[in-house]
């Protein structure tokens, strides 16, 4: 009797897990403290899911959503890029170039669920419901799809967090950092609530929700859940970690809830990017300062260097140990309070006209080249821009670290190495891998020194190694999938749901995650892909640009 051959999907739930690791699941699944987790390894395909480069959150979920590299869908960054927008303006969903999924589903008469996805803000019509996630200003802001989606969750659950405000725990104090905790237990609560109510009462074909519980903790707590750090044996560490772990056990909980809920609708769970520790900055600005391919105004210089100063000095261990810690929070109170935001920073700092070149941000990893351009830019293009960006590729290949003789740098690629399309003009000119992230490259003017230790601060980072996990009647059960990257999500699920995939996809079906009979009576086909319109830019005010730049910036992206 020849095996049944499983069907297109009807319906399909992607489960997004920002910065789920398996560097935390596999061990916690093994010891018993995250059960259905474990369950899934033995029921689900699975495998590490390959981030962008660099792995952060604007260019990979945006990956993610469109099947395209960053070089197509035009996002590098929580800000758009100098050389398209010299103001650099925060993103948004109409940022983000071509079709994403829902796009593809509502083509096919289908309904989609978006549930708090990064980069949706301001939500767009569609057939279907959008809560817009990341990026949304605040609680407040019009964030639901249709208009009222927002009361109507609100009644039907009590209350719903968009974000969480994190700039206003100072997260070094214990009590702080279980208020924190507190706070990320009930927006979760509040979040799985919301995912079950809109899953039983809405209808959709494609449902797609992401929680960001586990990013946030992992941001600021990594030091406490990694044994290689001395903290980890602290008093703090050891009061705060099982506190930690319960958050990823209520993940785990809810994925117990939900599998007796699908039945036959196939479950894709995944993350963009992973995590470890980050031990040590780069001040990438001061050594391009140094090696004389940058300038900054004599007065923004002088004032950088008192501010580092300070801010370096707080983070020491020797105050941490000797100052009274309500003076430590005051400190860090005022210098959280006079950190630039998006605009005030670097733009304000640098002698443009003195520049050759500069690295914008700590989400982007790399560097720009000030080349000609509309009036402005000082590089010409061509033998010039050329020759300056393989004089600064080879110094970088050179840096070493003065206290260990290694090489600083993994890997630099220019750009057209690793992006294709016509968005690949506006990517930072030249990108580096320091240690795997573990070295990370920042923006911050004023420091002395090349290199800086991380130990003192909040120091966990992302990491390339994502999660992906697929459950359901096409997919195949324990078997590990090697290779899959971020991309690959869209094109995968539109082939699981019996749709053609567009030829201007860079992602390829993970057709090894699926069962044998389905990858061969359902193989991907692909049509011609056309453009759809694009939607109105829709810039943020200042207020809405400050309150977001709070939180990104307590996340340790910007400074």
Not at 55 to 76: D, E, F, M, R, V
Not at 372 to 393: F, H, N, T, W
Not at 489 to 509: E, R, S, W, Y
Request: proline share 7%; charged share 25%.
């Amino acid at each position: 009797m020849s095996p049944t051959i499983p069907k297109p999907a009807e319906r399909v739930i992607l489960l997004g897990l920002d910065g789920a690791t398996y560097r935390l699941i596999k061990p916690w699944s093994k010891e018993g403290i995250l059960p259905n987790f474990a369950e899934l390894f033995q029921d689900s395909a699975w495998g590490e899911l390959d981030s962008t480069i660099p792995p952060t959150t604007p260019p990979a979920w945006s990956a993610c959503l469109t099947g395209k590299n960053p070089g197509k869908h035009g996002i590098y960054d929580f800000r758009e890029s100098p050389l398209k927008h010299p103001q650099r303006p925060l993103v948004n969903l109409s940022s983000m170039q071509g079709r994403k999924l829902w796009h593809f589903f509502n083509a096919a008469g289908k309904k989609a669920a978006i549930i708090n996805v990064p980069i949706t803000f301001p939500p767009e019509p569609l057939d279907g419901i959008m809560l817009s996630g990341l990026m949304t200003p605040s609680d407040e802001s019009d964030y639901a799809y249709p208009a009222e989606l927002k009361p109507e969750l609100i009644k039907a659950i009590g209350d719903y967090v968009v974000n969480i405000d994190i700039p206003k725990y100072d997260v070094e104090l214990e009590a702080d950092a279980l208020r924190f905790l507190d706070d990320i237990d009930y927006s979760f609560q509040k979040r799985k609530e919301a995912f079950f109510w809109l899953m039983e009462n809405k209808p959709w074909h494609f449902f797609m929700i992401v929680f960001i519980n586990m990013d946030r903790i992992q941001h600021l707590f990594w030091k406490y859940l990694d044994p290689q750090w001395k903290v980890y044996e602290s008093r703090i560490a050891r009061k705060l970690r099982p506190r930690i772990i319960n958050c990823y056990r209520m993940v785990d909980d809810m994925l117990g809830e939900l599998r007796p809920k699908l039945g036959d609708t196939p479950l894709i769970i995944m993350s963009d990017h992973g995590f470890g520790s980050t031990r040590q900055w780069f001040n990438v600005n001061t050594w391009l300062m140094k090696e004389g391919y940058l300038k900054v105004k004599s007065d923004a210089l002088l004032k950088k260097q008192i501010f580092t100063f300070f801010m370096d000095l707080n983070d020491s261990q020797l105050v941490k140990t000797l100052v009274p810690k309500a003076l430590q929070s005051a400190i860090r109170q005022r210098v959280r309070g006079t950190r630039s935001t998006f605009k005030s920073d670097l733009e304000a700092a640098l002698d443009y006209s003195n520049t050759k070149a500069f690295f914008a941000s700590i989400p982007s990893q790399g560097i720009f080249i000030n080349i000609k351009r509309d009036g402005i830019g000082v590089v010409s293009p061509g033998a010039e821009y050329d020759q300056l960006r393989d004089e600064i590729r080879v110094k970088l290949e050179k840096l070493v670290d003065p206290q260990t003789g290694k090489p600083v740098v993994d890997r630099v690629y220019f750009r057209e190495e690793i992006y294709k399309g016509e968005q690949t003009q506006f990517a930072p000119d030249i990108l580096f891998k320091a240690q795997n992230y573990g070295c990370l490259g920042r923006q911050l003017i004023g420091p002395r020194k090349n290199l800086q230790t991380s130990a003192n601060t909040p120091n966990g980072f992302h990491r390339p190694e994502g999660i992906f996990m697929a459950l359901g009647p096409q997919f195949k059960a324990g078997v590990e999938i090697k290779g899959a990257e971020i991309q690959d999500i869209a094109p995968t699920i539109l082939n699981l749901t019996g749709q053609a995939i567009p030829d201007d996809m860079d992602g390829k079906v993970l057709k090894d995650s699926f069962v044998d009979e389905f990858a061969s009576a359902h193989p991907a086909t692909f049509v011609q892909a056309s453009d759809f319109a694009e939607s109105q830019k829709k810039d943020f005010s200042d207020k809405e640009s400050d309150e977001i730049a709070g939180r990104l910036r307590s996340l340790g992206y910007l400074e």
